[in-house]
């Protein structure tokens, strides 16, 4: 995934400090579309709460 490579934590809350909140809000979603896909190759049985 696009953001582990971040080392750490603080390391990227510093990166996100520096994007406009419509990336920010572009990353959530890129994360959370990735999250998803992830679920279904799983057979959508574990990992997302509906």
Do not use: I
């Not at 996100?16 to 419509?22: D, E, I």
């Not at 920010?24 to 959508?44: D, M, P, T, V």
């Amino acid at each position: 995934m696009f953001y582990e490579v971040f080392r750490d934590g603080q390391e990227y809350e510093r990166y996100l400090q520096t994007l406009s909140p419509l990336e920010r809000a572009y990353l959530s979603y890129l994360r959370e579309k990735e999250r998803r896909r992830e679920h279904w190759k799983n057979g959508g049985k574990m990992g997302v709460k509906t």
